[in-house]
């Protein structure tokens, strides 16, 4: 069964720090990762995602991930973080196929210090 | 642009009450997701339509949750009776088709506190 770990729960950065969200995945096949945002008081929206190709991976408002398959990894990175990135963020999986669902993680709250 | 909206974004109910939950996705999207997300932990789904079917419900649990969609455009989650462990974010999802599970526009959200 697919299943993701966030280990981190509440990481507090200051502005301009870089960002890494761990993120590891738990499934035998192809899988399909993603990186959801949820700014607060706002919906759960895509921020990235990767399917196949370049494991390394660029999504909205500078982000990125990369896609480590022998350790079955796809962390969030962000070199400089600014106030307005504070929200809780999401890793999730699916199967190969387009039309499995997709299993989160447990989040990751991130609060950014002015 | 357009957005799933759902109703009521809160809800205080007491245990054993029977709630519902409306959500209305997208137009034009088949398919339909209902979510729950309990604090501190990622949302799990629990019903899955496309169209009026009913494509994935194996995490919902069938013996006081239901789910409808009748028409094939808006749809209802109801609890009854509710639990105290029913205290949750349930969220709304749509895509356009059943192959774009990846694409998924998601709802605000209707927040339940059972007491």
């Known amino acids: 069964a697919q299943s993701v770990s966030q280990h981190n729960h509440h990481v507090i950065l200051s502005e301009a720090a870089s960002l890494e969200l761990g993120c590891n995945y738990s499934?035998?096949?192809?899988?399909?990762l993603f990186w959801y945002v949820q700014y607060p008081g706002q919906h759960l929206q895509l921020l990235l995602k990767?399917?196949?190709?370049?494991?390394l991976v660029k999504g909205i408002k500078g982000f990125e991930a990369e896609f480590i398959k022998s350790k079955f990894s796809f962390n969030l990175r962000k070199p400089s973080v600014q106030w307005s990135d504070t929200a809780e963020y999401f890793c999730a999986t699916s199967g190969y196929s387009s039309a499995s669902k997709i299993i989160f993680g447990s989040g990751t709250r991130l609060s950014i210090r002015p | 642009e357009a957005e799933v909206a759902q109703s009521p974004r809160y809800k205080i109910t007491e245990k054993s009450q029977a709630v519902a939950f409306w959500c209305d996705p997208i137009?034009?999207?088949?398919?339909l997701y209902w979510y729950r997300q309990i604090l501190g932990q990622g949302p799990e789904l629990l019903v899955q339509f496309q169209d009026e079917s009913v494509v994935d419900d194996s995490q919902l649990p069938k013996d006081r949750f239901s789910a409808e969609r009748l028409k094939g455009v808006d749809s209802t989650l109801k609890i009854q009776p509710a639990e105290l462990g029913d205290s949750a974010m349930y969220l709304c999802?749509?895509?356009?088709?059943?192959?774009?599970?990846?694409?998924?526009?998601f709802g605000p959200g209707t927040r339940l506190t059972v007491l």
């Open positions: 499934y035998g096949g192809t899988v399909n």
């Open positions: 137009s034009g999207h088949a398919t």
């Open positions: 999802a749509s895509s356009l088709r059943l192959a774009d599970t990846d694409t998924q526009y």
């Open positions: 990767y399917f196949s190709g370049d494991p």
